[in-house]
Nanobody, 125 residues
Framework: QVQLVESGGGLVQPGGSLRLSCAVS????????IGWFRQAPGKEREGVSC????????RYADTVKGRFTISTDIAKNTVLLEMNSLKPEDTAVYYC??????????????????WGQGTQVTVSS
């Protein structure tokens, strides 16, 4: 069973940047698709981005395309989410999740079986 730990959340002003990290243990990234999801108060959990290092594929939600970048640090077995031009509507708890490699990845939370505990991102002036 893979374990995931998120870090890097915090308070940032609109237009600012944050970088989230998801440290993966229990397996190498090669066998998994790793997704980032978020959940704002009163809303359903939604997919933000996904990466599958074995084929290099990435996916982004339309709401973050062009602002967020997902990548892997193979040496540290970590998945990164670089978030730029942040907006108040990006405020949410951000989770990373893993499941066995999915061709093309997925932004559907139901496709992922292992989850981290989440990290809060607040975008406010």
């Amino acid at each position: 069973q893979v374990q995931l730990v998120e870090s890097g959340g915090g308070l940032v002003q609109p237009g600012g940047s944050l970088r989230l990290s998801c440290a993966v243990s229990g397996s190498t990234l090669d066998y998994y698709s790793i997704g980032w999801f978020r959940q704002a108060p009163g809303k359903e959990r939604e997919g933000v981005s996904c990466i599958s290092s074995s084929d290099g594929s990435t996916r982004y939600a339309d709401t973050v395309k062009g602002r967020f970048t997902i990548s892997t640090d193979i040496a540290k077995n970590t998945v990164l989410l670089e978030m730029n031009s942040l907006k108040p509507e990006d405020t949410a708890v951000y989770y990373c999740a893993a499941d066995f490699f999915m061709y093309g990845g997925s932004l559907d939370p139901r496709d992922f079986g292992s989850w981290g505990q989440g990290t809060q991102v607040t975008v406010s002036s």
